[in-house]
């Protein structure tokens, strides 16, 4: 699921998502999105989303004002990405968080507290 609350797969903390707003489901090797009701609706290429939507690879997925890219990635692809992320977020030579990191673990945890 996707929404702004901290208790599904994928939290977003723009107010342009609705608390529960999509759905991802995974059914034999193949991706599928439907709504939940949301406020703003779910989009994949600009076509607004009713019932269970099948997700291509490099599909737009539209919730609210953010856009993801959809991308079915196998473990190498993920370990790339998660050592790209490290560089971004840690410092090289000791390892720890840089003030990038807590910068937006800040504002992620002011705009939590101020919505509840």
């Known amino acids: 699921m996707v929404d702004r609350s901290d208790e599904f797969d994928l939290t977003v903390s723009d107010l342009s998502i609705s608390r529960r707003h999509?759905?991802?489901?995974?059914?034999?090797?193949?991706?599928?999105?439907?709504?939940?009701?949301?406020?703003?609706?779910?989009?994949?290429n600009k076509?607004?989303?009713?019932?269970?939507?099948?997700?291509?690879?490099?599909?737009?997925l539209t919730l609210g004002d953010t856009t993801f890219k959809f991308s079915y990635q196998d473990d190498d692809d993920t370990e790339y990405?998660?050592?790209?992320?490290?560089?971004?977020?840690?410092?090289?030579?000791?390892?720890?968080?840089?003030?990038?990191?807590?910068?937006?673990?800040?504002?992620?945890?002011?705009d939590y507290n101020r919505r509840n």
């Open 47 to 60: 076509e607004l989303v009713g019932s269970a939507r099948h997700l291509a690879e490099g599909d737009k």
């Open 22 to 44: 999509a759905m991802n489901v995974n059914r034999a090797e193949s991706f599928y999105v439907s709504d939940l009701g949301s406020t703003n609706g779910t989009f994949v």
């Open 81 to 110: 990405h998660q050592l790209l992320r490290n560089m971004a977020v840690k410092d090289g030579l000791t390892r720890i968080y840089n003030k990038r990191y807590f910068s937006g673990v800040l504002e992620k945890e002011y």
